[in-house]
T-cell receptor
Framework: DGGITQSPKYLFRKEGQNVTLSCEQNLNHDAMYWYRQDPGQGLRLIYYSQIVNDFQKGDIAEGYSVSREKKESFPLTVTSAQKNPTAFYLC?????????????FGPGTRLTVL | AQSVTQLGSHVSVSEGALVLLRCNYSSSVPPYLFWYVQYPNQGLQLLLKYTTGATLVKGINGFEAEFKKSETSFHLTKPSAHMSDAAEYFCAVSRSGNTDKLIFGTGTRLQVFP
């Protein structure tokens, strides 16, 4: 079955540590996205990538970094510079034609900073 | 700039009653509009989308939405609520340009009482 996988489902981190969230898709989509979800705030875009080896900052990129070395993978690193990293993180993908294509979402990773 | 406003962060209905979730958008260009549903601790699933053509859009699970340009609205309805409809619902608008980046509303949590 085609889809998006995220791992781990739950992640605990100590303050000051970097942590990397995994996102893999086998939908052959060109575009991939990372969102952060906080209660009452909807989804906010962190980074997106329209093609391999290229990515752009979203609305809340500070304290995060990404890479896109393979079409199917778009890992997100939450760095120690992110002041409030506890949140639910969602990865998504779409065909990047700009014609209103839907985004397909993974199941999410819940990050808690201890 | 594009934006989305969802009126009512919480909506409660009785099983069998009409469901109406409100969404208003702001866009300087013809928008692409989406409704997504999220069950607890899961990713988002597309309910329906409007791109062009017929303004009444039918989606999965008996939901539908009507694009009203004059009212800049895209309200989601379902004639008869089921207990399984209890979830959070997000309205989103696609940004202008050649990508599929989305701007999300803050979400509406639907409760269904027996």
């Amino acid at each position: 079955d085609g889809g998006i996988t995220q791992s781990p489902k739950y992640l605990f981190r100590k303050e000051g540590q970097n942590v990397t969230l995994s996102c893999e898709q086998n939908l052959n989509h060109d575009a991939m996205y990372w969102y952060r979800q906080d209660p009452g705030q909807g989804l906010r875009l962190i980074y997106y990538s329209q093609i391999v080896n290229d990515f752009q900052k979203g609305d809340i990129a500070e304290g995060y970094s990404v890479s896109r070395e393979k079409k199917e993978s778009f890992p997100l690193t939450v760095t120690s510079a992110q002041k409030n990293p506890t949140a639910f993180y969602l990865c998504a993908s779409s065909t990047a034609s700009g014609s209103g294509n839907e985004q397909f979402f993974g199941p999410g990773t819940r990050l808690t900073v201890l | 700039a594009q934006s989305v406003t969802q009126l009512g962060s919480h909506v409660s209905v009785s099983e069998g009653a009409l469901v109406l979730l409100r969404c208003n958008y702001s866009s300087s260009v013809p928008p692409y509009l989406f409704w997504y549903v999220q069950y607890p601790n899961q990713g988002l699933q597309l309910l329906l989308k409007y791109t062009t053509g017929a303004t009444l859009v039918k989606g999965i699970n008996g939901f539908e939405a009507e694009f009203k340009k004059s009212e800049t609205s895209f309200h989601l309805t379902k004639p008869s609520a089921h207990m399984s409809d209890a979830a959070e619902y997000f309205c989103a608008v696609s940004r202008s340009g050649n990508t599929d980046k989305l701007i999300f509303g803050t979400g509406t949590r639907l409760q269904v009482f027996p």
